[in-house]
């Protein structure tokens, strides 16, 4: 699996930005994708995740401004987010989850990043 983002940039405090992820290749055992992030001298974060059965869940940090949506006929996942704060900086990790056996097991797949930066 191939995992793609894009829409990152440079956006004030209170604007709003919209991620893609694409996803190619074998994803037919996919589940789940989802978002996490990494600010300077931060850990990685989970910013928000959504399964293949349309259950969607998010950070405490972004619940309220964010929303994961997708669009199965372009094996793409979206986060639109909404009144960002400087807190918001990082960059932003995309994921894709595929299911490799029927005990659970699986392994993710990441992208390159991209950056948000919130500043005025």
């Known amino acids: 699996v191939h995992v793609v983002e894009s829409g990152g940039g440079l956006v004030q405090p209170g604007g709003s930005l919209r991620l893609s992820c694409v996803a190619s290749?074998?994803?037919?055992?996919?589940?789940?994708m989802g978002w996490y992030r990494q600010g300077t001298m931060k850990q990685r974060e989970l910013v928000a995740q959504?399964?293949?059965?349309?259950?969607?869940s998010y950070a405490d940090s972004v619940e309220g401004r964010f929303t994961i949506s997708r669009d199965n006929d372009k094996n793409t996942v979206y986060l639109q987010m909404n009144s960002l704060t400087p807190e918001d900086t990082g960059v932003y990790y995309c994921?894709?989850?595929?299911?490799?056996?029927?005990?659970?097991?699986?392994?993710?797949?990441w992208g390159k990043g991209t950056l948000v930066t919130v500043s005025s």
């Open positions: 959504l399964t293949r059965g349309n259950s969607a």
């Open positions: 994921y894709a989850h595929e299911l490799t056996d029927f005990e659970g097991n699986g392994v993710d797949f």
């Open positions: 290749g074998r994803t037919a055992g996919v589940v789940a």
